[in-house]
């Protein structure tokens, strides 16, 4: 009974298991629910399904399996935030000065939708995805890796939507991108290793608990020193490439700020070379060398990257590839000097990770790191600190 | 013997059918939500409605699972030994019964609350297990053997700050408590302020999902932020039109202070009602 179901969910990569199954058809059994689709999905949740954010692919493998797999309501679900902090950071001056003359960034929004739409009917070729080389000059915001189309306000067709097909959950998928919130908790993790190495220091309450057992015979107990100071050694890439992805990287910056006492972050741009510097404005006057980096910092800090990798090969390569100056000696030489020293080291990789073997530069960069570049998500932020811890 | 909203409490039915389930099919029930959603609150009126005893206990970052079964007061027994006295032959005298213990052993089925579990260790759950699991445990001190008389009704929230173990979860029914939509939200606030006035209310919960859908906010008001607030509103006699006034033309509301509680999310607020001010010039 219901193992039909029950695999549907496994191909949606649920891992939900056998006891969880027993579980369910034993509240049927017990007639907590009778008859009745919408209590049967809540109780098939509540069992099978042990975090939210894995609801959105249940509702997505309910609505395979119950069939009715309406039309999910997607004009509803244009990602408001996504696009306001776009909107903002595209502004040039006149856009800024037509921003007041319509009035709030709402209907600056709307106005967008508006034109959105039209720009769909023109390409009239069935479900096209807003490409990024659109003439609107919104038409940049199709890069939205999710691919969601918009424009069908106006369909006045709408069908009652079922509980599961609204797919409310969905942006608590893992896969999705990532807000400040769970970007520390994500970083949390790093937490873990608080207590390591050798019991060098007095456990004070444990000797006093161990002699009190063993009746007032003296136990010392030790307990390895804390190491609760994690350290962090971040290098961002701007400019260029990276401008799409400003507003994700801002976000993670200010997550691992608060969560580091220890945090040194400095910028490069595309690849890392002799020098890097801290403050973006004065980048060419106040550089610091990546050598003084490494005898600065010890290999106990932990080295991410931050960077799209996204570049021509030369200027990982080659003496004198870079974009903006005569570099004396190629990219991966300094690359491979950071990596030795900071033998914990991660990639983060912005970029949607379907797009990776696309751009040599990539697997270029991904080879110097070992393999150890992930994607910019929360599962892909997880990876990685598993990697540095 | 099932649970629903009661006087003072408003459910869903959802998390109804899903406190149900768990007490049926007597499971740890986890749950999960924003802050502020009522998660403590419910183990409360679960316990009320159903006049069960609440056992309560708050999780902290150093609690350690031993700590809900039992500790052994090993210090106060070498002081006693010292003294001469003579409790100090019997160890049982010193055995100090947990959380889980008392609810083990509670005359009537209770109703026991495991508060914020993510606080804990990362290994805390995984060490509660096979109790949870079996009911049951054993005192090495002692050689006893505690097991439960009925299994009582285990309640578990977490927010979310720790991942919890897969063995773990797959012994829980898990719930995730959503925000309560317009029209619950209206029968919760209905349930706290019987004489709100109905323009007040509706104006306010106006204002208040406005506040919530404004992107780039560090933390959402939610309905206990609501509550206070409308508390205030009250409080201070507010009348239904400055609320309306304020809210047509932007600026911040009466007593933000209850729904806005950092900093920048004030200065975010203020720079948009400044915006909204500008449009209506």
Sequence with gaps: MLVEFFFTLRKYGLKSSITELLDLLQALQQQVIFADTEAFYQLARLTLVKDESQYDKFDRAFAEYFEGVAAIDLASQIPDDWLIPDIIRQLSAEDKAALQGLGSLEELLKQLRERLAEQQKR?????????TGGTSPFGAYGFNPEGVRIGQQGSGARRAVKVWDKREFKDLDSQSELNNRSIKLALRQLRRFARSGAATELDLNGTIQATSEQGGYLDLRFVPERHNAVKVLMLFDVGGSMDDYIELCQQVFAAVRTEFKHLEFFYFHNCVYEGVWRNNQRRHTEQVSVLDLIHTYGSDYKLIFVGD???GPYEID???GSVEHWNQEPGRLWLERLLAQYPKAVWLNPQPEQWWRHYQSI??????????????????????????? | MSFQSTENYIVSDELALAVNAAMTLQKPLLLKGEPGTGKTRLAEELAQSLGAELIQWHIKSTTKAQHGLYEYDAVSRLRDSQLGSDKVHDIANYIKPGKLWQAFTAQQRPVLLIDEIDKADIEFPNDLLHELDRMSFYVHETGQQVSAAQRPIVLITSNNEKELPDAFLRRCFFHYIRFPDADILRQIVAVHFPQIRQQLLSTALDVFFELRE???????????????WLKLLLAEQIPAEVLQQKQQQGGLMPMFGALLKNEQDVQLVEKLAFLAKRQGR
């Design chain 1, 309 to 311: 990798a996204t570049m």
């Design chain 1, 123 to 131: 390409h009239a070729g069935g479900n096209k995805w807003i490409g």
């Design chain 1, 318 to 320: 080659y003496p004198g």
């Design chain 2, 214 to 228: 404004l992107p780039g906010l560090k933390k959402k008001p939610s309905t206990s932020e609501l509550l206070d």
């Design chain 1, 363 to 389: 697997s270029i960069i991904k080879d110097i790191m070992q393999q150890r570049m992930q994607p910019l998500t929360l599962e892909g932020l997880t990876q990685a600190i598993k990697l540095l811890s």
